[in-house]
């Protein structure tokens, strides 16, 4: 990260994509809107070419799906499905193939398995919430936030052991405690061991943890492409989905290398769909809006949106909106 | 002699059930007793099972050691609150202790007795008593050689409550210190409540002192840290060559899935012992730099890890 195309992110729409009533997914729509977007980041007329530049035959690959909003807001299986597919086209054998999440308990409740070949594995760094069992011992970053006992949070284990190349497939979402969470929160939030300790109270460090954790080696170097799932989201309370009222259907994806760029366009989303809904800015920080999140004006944390321009800090990609090329296309 | 010397660490069972009970103690496993001073008569012509009376009032009664998550309070931390009696032990080396227990909690303070040698009885109810007994037989496994307790820092114990509750906080967070009457220069740190460094107005929060005098220590000289859980507490013991690390596990209803240990000093040769999990194995054994890791994949109660040099 940022990779071959810092600065750009290509957004895709279509309005068939999902039908907002029932959540269903257009699978093949998906399938056309992954194609447009891969082809407009890299300039081949060719999906295979174009994913040619990210993976090789001899990879193993890694799909960081995010299932915190599950089973309603997640990774959508048509999508990973539609990824996994693309691997398999350049090559990629289905057994290199590893769909990956932290938590199994929410994993489970999404059917990723009916979409993709039955070789390709799909695993959860925690099969017993908590377990370390998961993650690997010696990639650890330690820093103490509030006294907490545990000081590490350490990689899971197959990024660091077994993928060569990681597809980072986010949702669309506010976050309570990070304002959003896209491509920055999922591979590091969601590659990374013992991480709520980073809040407490209204406190929360996810203003730096978030970029310290994504500028890791080897999630760094091993992350090659971002694959934002914005089908559905949620604009409030993130990035759990327990309200309906809070989710919304941008029907779109957004592709590119550079997580801070495709991060920066996701404040604007959010943003916008809360100043229509009348909510308050994710970057308020004023202790008023403590309180009952049910109330979409109030939050259980002071947001740290500003993670994303931190990471940018870091290296890790664009965030002046003037700097970033944004093309979008309409299916 | 060697024999004698075994038995006596182990903690006792205390059991006033009538000579008709005896069947429930055979079926544990358990041999020895002690019981109310009325009941030693009865208990004398009892087959297999040896009955010693016992006074309970001469003993300090322990809480159930226990991890409460108090699901139901607001706090400002989601660690659960560790019943653990360690400070008892470190301030009254040579007090005679007594818990009274249910299920599963008798053979967790049985195993919290024998990690810090306190002198103890165990009095379970009838559902403790066969996992008591497994424990009592797991720890009588164990070989007992002399060794020396661990400490960091020392802590000066007048005595008070204010000092007794720091100290709780502090083997809580496996914070290893000594009680200690006056400053020991041997050692890395002594703290002294009531000083400039260490007011009394602070220790009115004993977690907040704790967290100062961690500070103060820094987490690099501490001679244990366990990483991955928040309900074990661990203890270490010393000789030429040898450290004894005891892991216990406070949530007597939940195993452990794993956990890192990391200890000062380079051990190469370790041996696991862990009660319920005979064929346990440590993983990711790693000598480091003046220090040693390793992952137990579980921790159903207690443990205990010897490493050689």
Known sequence: MPGPYPGQ???????????????????????????????????????????????????VVGIKINCSGAPRIRSSPELVGAIADRLVAVGVPPAQIWIYERFQNQVVTVPYRDFVPQAVHIVAAESDRGSILGYDPKVYVETNFFGEED????????????????????????????????????????????????????????????????????????????????????????????????????????????????????????????????????????????????????????????????????????????????????? | MILLALAAALPGVFWDGAPDTAPALREAGIQRIFVPTAQAGAWKSVDGISAEAADLLKSIKLRPPAANYRYDEASASRVPWLDVNGWHFLRQPQGRYWYDVAGAKAPLA??????????????????GLKPLGEMLSFLAGIETPTMQPVADFGFIDDGTATAGEVMNLLVRHSLLFRAVRVPDPKLKLNVQLGTKKYPLEQAKNPGAMAQIIRADLTDDNRSVRIYGSAVVVGRLESAPGRLRVHLINYDASRKVNGMRVRVLGEYSKPRLAAAGSPDLA???????????EFTLPELKTYAVIDLLK
Request: net charge positive.
């Open chain 2, 282 to 292: 440590l993983q990711d054994y790693a000598v480091l730099s003046g220090a040693t």
């Open chain 1, 9 to 59: 992110a290509v957004r895709v729409h279509s309005e068939k994509s999902i039908d907002a009533a029932s959540g269903k997914v257009d699978r093949e729509t998906v399938r056309q809107m992954l194609s447009a977007g891969i082809r407009a980041l890299t300039g081949d007329a060719r999906d295979d070419d174009a994913w040619a530049r990210f993976i090789s035959p001899k990879d």
């Open chain 1, 151 to 331: 000081t590490r949070s350490n990689l899971i284990r197959i990024v660091s052991e077994t993928l060569t190349k990681i597809i980072n497939v986010p949702n669309m979402k506010e976050h309570q405690a990070s304002g959003v969470t896209g491509c920055l929160k999922n591979i590091a939030y969601g590659n990374f061991s013992n991480v709520a300790r980073s809040h407490r109270n209204e406190k929360t460090n996810t203003y730096s943890f978030i970029g310290t954790l994504a500028a890791v080696e080897p999630v760094r170097s091993r992350v090659v492409l971002g694959v934002m799932d914005g089908l559905a989201g949620v604009w409030h309370a993130g990035p759990f989905s327990n309200n309906p009222r809070f989710r919304f259907y941008p029907k779109e994806i957004m592709i590119g290398t550079d997580p801070v760029a495709i991060d920066r366009q996701l404040i604007d989303i959010i943003e916008a769909k809360r100043k229509s809904e009348g909510a308050i800015s994710i970057f308020n920080q004023s202790r008023e809006i403590l309180g009952d999140n049910r109330d979409p004006n109030k939050n259980a944390y002071i947001r740290e949106p500003g993670h994303v321009e931190y990471a940018s800090k870091l290296g890790l990609g664009v965030y002046d909106q003037a700097k970033i090329q944004v093309k979008r296309i309409e299916l």
């Open chain 2, 110 to 127: 049985a195993a919290e007795a024998f990690a810090w040698g306190a002198s103890a009885m165990v009095k379970p109810n009838a559902a």
